[in-house]
């Protein structure tokens, strides 16, 4: 490494030039704070600002920056310097904007950001570059599990990036739940109708994507390691066993359905006629374009009627407390199957709330042209009528009770059950189906085998402070695993899990924290003359880093 050579930057922008003495902020650097250069800008986070800086970098051999602005969290892209350590004092969030503007306090304001100075010299004084994980941490690979849309795109993406990736599924074909869908919502211009799924055309991609190694047939048997250096062991039902080894990891393992069969009121199981949206898209997949039958006796369908949010949204602790997302859409286009073979096949679709989101309404206004009728209702009951079934609701706009008779076939729209694995906070506990979930990632950690749940299942994280995060780092979730959602949503899903978990092989392969702050180049070290053996550490990593 270089000799170290330091400088600090005062800047005069958004207000703190106005309200702060910048010049004696720049001697307090030079004098208390020892800064081998010290300069003063107006506008310090402007194109002449970082070139300023850029150039001292060039052209003096600064190797340490402390920047006098706005909090570290603001202008992070203007401010990243690659191999130079950077310190932030906040004057703009931290002292002008937390004061108030007036003489009282204005000499309370300057003492505030003198010391803010004064500790950011004294930062990057100490502030030391790690050298980077060449050894342990610099795998660029990434590993994901599940096939999938989410994870096939999750990969695609990957390797476009110029990554490997490794796609691990337990099934023998790509695809997943796409895969046995007969068309799919439209999900660009125009929104009229049912398209095409395009999971053929994203499965030909991925096989042909040389950066890209599929395992059909496998499992993760046990997963160690951390960021960068992550250590799969896959076996398949042959008990043949090998080691996969990825710098980050994204879980798509998608959702299964919820099970119809709790459903009593709506007597799932007592007929063949009364079928979930799964079924139906077999149905249509079957039918080919013609007009469906009904499976119980092979008669032609003249009237199929809906149930929205079966299972779903419900109060009673009894199902599914959330919405699925894609059911109202995947309704919608369900019904338009039949209108294309039969125009005058009577379709209902009975609702509590209909949810089509952005161009989704476009969609839902196609429907109604073609003669889909909507009903604002709730479902009591559905019952057998000889080969037809009887739908008793509630019509919600008249406030009366309804039936509609001689049904062919009815659709339950049941929800999405994430396919998470072990909750390591409860690991007896099974999931909403009622079944005991098995382990997915294997992972040797203590905290647990698989990821920490948030909500009924599903491994999210905040959105808007850790995208795509999960309680694990350098592991990641995209899809329905995630949160409920559609089928276009779990590409885009996909697409920045990618991005994130790209960002933690680069953040690993540096050195550099990935959160809470990405990037940080402050990095841990053990003091181990201090240690009282307690263990606790052991207990609180999350990657066992180390384990006794």
């Avoid at 000499?107 to 980077?132: N, S, T």
């Avoid at 211009?189 to 994203?202: I, K, N, Q, R, Y």
């Avoid at 699925?324 to 286009?333: A, D, F, L, P, Y």
Wanted: overall charge neutral; charged content about 25%; proline content about 5%.
């Amino acid at each position: 490494m270089a000799d170290m050579k330091t400088a600090a930057y005062v800047c005069g922008g958004c207000g703190i030039g106005e309200r702060l003495d910048t010049a004696q902020l720049a001697t307090i650097a030079q004098r208390e704070g020892k800064m081998n250069l010290v300069r003063q800008h107006p506008f310090l986070c402007s194109d002449e600002g970082v070139a300023l800086i850029r150039n001292d970098i060039d052209a003096e051999g600064v190797t340490h920056v402390a920047i006098a602005a706005c909090s570290r969290r603001a202008k992070t892209e203007a401010f990243q310097f690659p191999a130079v350590a950077v310190s932030r004092a906040n004057l703009r969030e931290g002292v002008i904007w937390v004061q108030p503007d007036s003489e009282a306090a204005r000499a309370a304001a300057q003492e505030m950001a003198d010391d803010y100075v004064r500790m950011a010299c004294a930062e990057i004084r100490k502030l030391q570059l790690p050298a980077g994980h060449t050894a342990t941490g610099s795998n660029r690979r990434l590993l994901v599990v599940g096939g999938g849309v989410s994870g096939m795109t999750a990969a695609l993406e990957a390797a476009r990036a110029g990554y490997d990736a490794v796609i691990v599924e337990r099934g023998e074909a790509l695809g997943g739940w796409a895969a046995k869908l007969h068309r799919r919502a439209p999900f660009r211009e125009p929104f009229h109708d049912p398209v095409e799924t395009g999971v053929d055309a994203l499965i030909a991609a991925v096989e042909a994507e040389p950066r890209i190694k599929i395992h059909l047939g496998a499992t993760l048997a046990q997963t160690s390691g951390a960021p960068g250096r992550f250590s799969a062991r896959l076996t398949n039902e042959s008990g043949v066993s090998w080691v996969e080894e990825a710098g980050a990891i994204i879980q798509a393992t998608g959702f299964s359905t919820y099970d119809p069969t709790r459903l009593t009121e709506f007597a799932y199981g007592s007929s063949p006629n009364i079928v979930d949206q799964a079924g139906l898209e077999a149905l249509a997949r079957a039918a080919a374009g013609q007009p469906m039958r009904r499976p119980g006796d092979g008669g032609i369908v003249k009237k199929v009627v809906f149930v929205q949010c079966a299972g779903q949204r419900d109060d009673s602790g009894r199902h599914l407390p959330y919405c699925s997302g894609h059911c109202c859409g995947t309704s919608i286009k369900q019904a338009m199957y039949f209108k294309a073979a039969d125009p005058v096949v009577d379709t209902v679709v009975i609702y509590t709330d209909l949810r089509t989101p952005g161009s989704g309404e476009d969609f839902y206004r196609s429907a109604q042209a073609q003669g889909v009728n909507f009903t604002k209702g709730t479902v009591s009951a559905v019952e057998v009528n000889g080969k037809r079934c009887r739908v008793r609701f509630r019509d919600l706009i008249l406030a009366e009770d309804s039936v509609i008779e001689d049904a062919d076939i009815v659709v339950l729209a049941t929800g999405q059950v994430p396919n998470s694995g072990i909750d390591i906070e409860q690991p007896e506990r099974a999931d909403a189906n009622g079944v005991k979930p098995v382990s997915i990632l294997n992972l040797t950690y203590r905290q647990g085998k698989d990821l920490p749940q948030l909500r009924h299942g599903f491994s999210d994280s905040h959105f808007i402070c850790f995208p795509y995060e999960t309680r694990r780092t350098g592991i990641h979730t995209a899809g329905p695993v995630r949160r409920p959602m559609d089928l276009a949503q779990a590409m885009e899903d996909a697409t920045g899990a990618a991005l994130k978990a790209i960002q933690a092989i680069e953040n690993a392969r540096l050195g550099r924290a990935a959160h809470p702050r990405s990037g940080d180049l402050s990095y841990p070290i053990v003091r181990l003359e201090g240690c009282t053996q307690c263990k606790r550490c052991t207990v609180e990593c999350p990657f066992g880093a180390i384990d006794e």
